[in-house]
Structures are given as C-alpha cells and as structure tokens.
C-alpha cells in the first residue's frame, strides 16, 4: 500500500475516464450490454480491455475516440466472479441503486434502472465512447458492435447519445463542467486554487483517503486496486416549466437572470456570483483561470452573494460553515446534455426528452453520492432550512420555497415545481485495467 506523503497514483492502471477531463466540444455514448454467458462475457472484457486507455496515455488505443468500462453488480455476478469477492465490494455498490433508494437513503427518488430489460438479467455494463463529432463517433460504435455482436449472450439493451456544447450549457442553459477537485497525486490539477488537493483515496481504491485510512478494497487486490465507483444518473429536465417559472416570479428579464442566478449561485454564463454578485460577467464565466477560484467563508457567510440554499454552494459548500467535513463528501462529477435542446424562448413544453447524463466518480457511494443527494439537495437541515430543498434538483412538489438572502429584507420564491425528473441510474464499478484483465481471464 501507498503511504499518505508524496503518493504517486498508479496511472498506467487506472482507466482515462476516471480522472481525465473531458473535452468541449464532446459527444458521447452510452451503451448498456447484458451479459447472459460468462465465457462471452469474459472474451467482452479481453476485447474491451484492449481499447480502454489508460490516464497515463495522451492516446487512445481506440483512435480519435476514448473508452471507459464499469460493471454492475449483476455483471460481476454473471462474469462468474467468486462470491467472497462479490462480498468485498461496497454495500451500497452490491444492492444497487434502485434498492438503495428504495431502502430510503433517498427516500424521495424512485429511480428505475437503466433500461427495462436490465432488470432482472446479468448487467455488465456501458461502454462510454467520447470523440469530437458524432458521424466518426457512430463508426467508433460500430466497430464495437462488430467485437461484441458475434458473442453469443451479449445484447445491447439501452444506449444514450449525449454531447457537450463548445459553450458546455446544460439544458436550463448554465454553463456546466467548471469545478473539479485537485487530487494528490494524478498530476492533474483542480479548478479551485483555494482547494487543498484531496487525498488519491477519496477517488481511487488503494489509497490513503481523508479520514487516513484506505478505502475497503475489493478482494482480490488485483480486482480492486485502481478501481473507482461510479453512478450514472439520467435526469430530465423541465426546461419549459423552469423558464415559465422563472418569467412568473421575476420582475422583468434582468430579475429573470439573477433570479436564476441566485437559484444555481452562477450566472448562466458561468460567473459566480461569488465573484459578481450584482451582474454577469461572461468574460469571467469563459475564463477557467478564474471562474473557480472563490470560497464562501470570508465574505459571504450569509450567503448574500451566493444564497446558501443555491445549487452549488449545496454540492459544495467549500469553506462555508456546516455541519461535517465538506471534504468527506467531494466528488468527481460530470454532466453531459442528452435531447436536442428547447429553442430560446419557447415556453410551452415540446414532449421531447431532454436533459443531463449525470456521472460521479468516488470511492465512496454512501458518504459522497448519497450523502450529498440526500442530505445536501434534498434537506436543507444542514443550513437551518428545515426540508428546504435544492430550488434547481431537489424533488420539490409545488410547495416547496427557495430564499434568497437580502437586505434590508430577504426574498422568498414561493410554488417551487420539480424541474428535474430521474429516468434511471444504476451504480457501476470501473476496474483498473489489470483488473479488467483478470476478470477476462476468470477460469471457473
Ligand atoms: C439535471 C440536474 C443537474 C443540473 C442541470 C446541474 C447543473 C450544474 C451546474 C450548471 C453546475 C455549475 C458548473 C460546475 O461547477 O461545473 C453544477 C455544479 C455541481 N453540481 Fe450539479 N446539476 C445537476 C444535478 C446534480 C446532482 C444530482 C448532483 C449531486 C448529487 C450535483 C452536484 C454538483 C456538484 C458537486 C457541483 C460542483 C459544485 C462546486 O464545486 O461548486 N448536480 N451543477
């Protein structure tokens, strides 16, 4: 095992997907294969593991296009994994997010898993495909589909096309992709100077994390070493309803911006309002050098910059006050839009799906993922708010408030309808290349 000082992350084994950055302008794939015949499943993994790049290499061995492989549960199960290395991965991970939810860690979402027939079979899971443009992107996939569709037990039940704008807007329109965490040892740095890197272990398997200790390491090590959890989410977005939202409470177009603003504590362009609390600055918002670089304590305890009950400063209160340690609950996290977008000002709804692929990344489901969408988006007892949700992601119902501190008197938005609806998600392992090896060469 590593010690704490100086840890050097082993790159060469952990898959490019964990930890690399994804482009803008970006397209990507999500496709969901269920595994029914081990040996075709392990001959899956051989073909697959030589296409995975590592984060070590600049290159993929895929071309012009990046491969990343996570197995659910259900899949280790249908590869043959043993059962005491079934029982070594992380609770959460082994129930899976459906009954996660169910067993009412976050009580107020009933996601379904991805994809119907997913349900009940052997789940191996997703190969992510991201390169520039999406015609090079569908010949990547169908060279894919030539290497698993001659594989007697392999299907494709579900894929998700998804892309990422040059601006990186999401479908409410917010500039998405700015905050990432600095992590010791990856070389690769964060978008908050003001951020002490975190511990390799909060994000990697094998690792000394925050609290000190290692993360529980699947057995056998070779399985779990360099290993990372991850979740995949498909959130709808009601983005007719958000803007019609925003139009009725607001006192005219610039009120609607910072109303909006107030709501995720960024200006659409990207700013914090940290930084610009009174009016956008999209300069500010394009710049990576600076749209990160702010803390909340010194300045803004009150949250009369940033509300304290405003989308990020939930997901990461940085250095505000709160109960806990906001750095046992960061988090890798990406967003990529899927659906075609709604035209600007369109406030009917058009019936079309749309909306972000939301993935997270950690060693740690339970106090990272599920906390922070527990007890961060969908409670506000963390910030004496009661069960004042998230205004943007929270399951709120109609009912639901949003306060926006203010002198010499704050303002309440009142009504709040859910504006993001879970179409499915599962938790998912991604292996270190080693490991997907290693399970490629299961012999029993
Ligand atoms: C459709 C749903 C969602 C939308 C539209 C959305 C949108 C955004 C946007 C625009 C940002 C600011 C850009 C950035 O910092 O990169 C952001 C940041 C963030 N979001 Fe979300 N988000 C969604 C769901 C979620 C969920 C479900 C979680 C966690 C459970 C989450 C966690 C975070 C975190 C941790 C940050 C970074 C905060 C920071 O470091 O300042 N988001 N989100």
Not at 15 to 38: E, F, H, K, T
Not at 274 to 303: E, I, K, Q, S, V
Request: aromatic share 8%.
């Amino acid at each position: 095992m590593h010690e704490a000082a100086n840890v050097m992350l082993e790159l060469d084994d952990i898959q490019s997907g964990v930890l690399r950055p994804r482009p803008a302008p970006y397209a990507a794939i999500y496709v969901l294969l269920r595994i029914d015949d081990r040996t075709a499943g392990r001959e899956l993994l051989r073909r697959a593991s030589a296409v995975v790049a590592s984060a070590a290499n600049p290159t993929s061995p895929a071309g012009d296009a990046w491969v990343s492989v996570a197995l659910t549960f259900q899949g280790l199960k249908a590869l043959g994994v043993p059962q005491d290395s079934l029982v070594s991965f992380a609770w959460e991970f082994q129930q899976g997010m459906a009954a996660r939810a169910r067993a009412g860690r976050h009580r107020r979402e009933q996601p379904r898993t991805l994809g119907k027939a997913a349900r009940d079979a052997g789940r191996p899971r997703r190969a992510h495909r991201a390169s520039p443009d999406a015609p090079r992107l569908e010949a990547v996939l169908e060279r894919a589909r030539k290497a698993y569709q001659e594989l007697p037990g392999i299907t494709a039940i579900w894929r998700q096309d998804c892309y990422a704008l040059p601006t990186e807007t999401e479908a409410f329109g917010f500039r998405d992709g700015i905050s990432h965490p600095a992590i010791e040892g990856s070389g690769m740095p964060g978008t908050n100077p003001g951020e002490q890197p975190l511990k390799a272990g909060e994000f990697v398997l094998g690792y000394r994390d925050e609290l000190g200790g290692f993360p529980p390491l699947p057995r056998p090590e070779v399985l779990g070493r360099n290993g990372t959890y991850v979740v995949f989410r498909k959130l709808h977005q009601r983005v007719a309803e958000f803007r019609r939202y925003l139009k009725a409470y607001s006192k005219g177009l610039e009120d609607e911006e910072l109303m909006a603003a107030k709501m995720m504590g960024r200006w659409r362009s990207g700013a914090p309002l940290a930084l610009c609390p009174l009016r956008d600055d999209p300069a500010l918002g394009a710049d990576p050098r600076r749209n990160n670089n702010f803390l909340y304590a010194a300045d803004d305890a009150l949250g009369y910059k940033t509300p304290v009950g405003s989308h990020i400063r939930r997901t990461n209160p940085r250095d505000a006050a709160v109960p806990g340690v906001v750095r046992l609950h960061r988090m890798i996290r990406r967003g990529t839009a899927y659906g075609p977008p709604l035209p600007e000002g369109v406030l009917e709804d058009d019936g079309a799906d749309r909306g972000l692929m939301f993935a997270f990344v950690g060693a740690h489901l339970g106090r990272q993922f599920e906390f922070v969408q527990s007890e961060w988006v969908n409670s506000g007892t963390f910030i004496g708010a009661g069960d004042v949700k998230d205004p943007i992601v929270g399951s709120n119902d109609g009912a639901s408030s949003f306060t926006i501190p203010r002198r010499p008197v704050r303002r309440r938005l009142q009504g709040l309808p859910r504006f993001v609806v879970t179409r499915g998600g599962e938790y998912g392992f991604m292996p270190g290349l080693r490991a997907l090896r290693w399970l490629a060469d299961l012999a029993m």
